[in-house]
């Protein structure tokens, strides 16, 4: 688990979108992105406007990246994926 806020420092985790994967429950293309972390001003704006879903500051290895605003199923795209682009999400030993 990787926490967004370490020791006082505000950490933002962005998943990278390439394209939009339909809904595995309904099918539907009508799909927005979780982010996690400490919002900027400009993701909060986002969300409020509800381009994106603000996931919270903690994101775990099945943390789910895409949300259908048609039937509010949310998913993690590829999890397998995910961890060679990113390494896996461990907190260091202290």
Not at 1 to 27: E, I, N, Q
Not at 62 to 76: A, G, I, R
Request: charged fraction near 25%; proline fraction near 11%.
């Amino acid at each position: 688990m990787v926490c967004g806020a370490l020791d006082g420092l505000s950490v933002h985790f962005l998943m990278p979108r390439k394209k939009k994967h339909p809904c595995p429950r309904c099918g539907s293309t009508k799909t927005i992105p979780i982010k996690y972390g400490m919002p900027s001003p400009a993701l909060a704006l986002k969300a409020s406007e509800g381009k994106l879903i603000l996931g919270g500051c903690c994101i775990l290895n099945d943390s789910p990246d895409t949300h259908c605003t048609e039937c509010e199923y949310e998913w993690l795209g590829d999890p397998v994926k995910r961890e060679k682009e990113f390494g896996p999400f461990e907190l260091p030993e202290r």
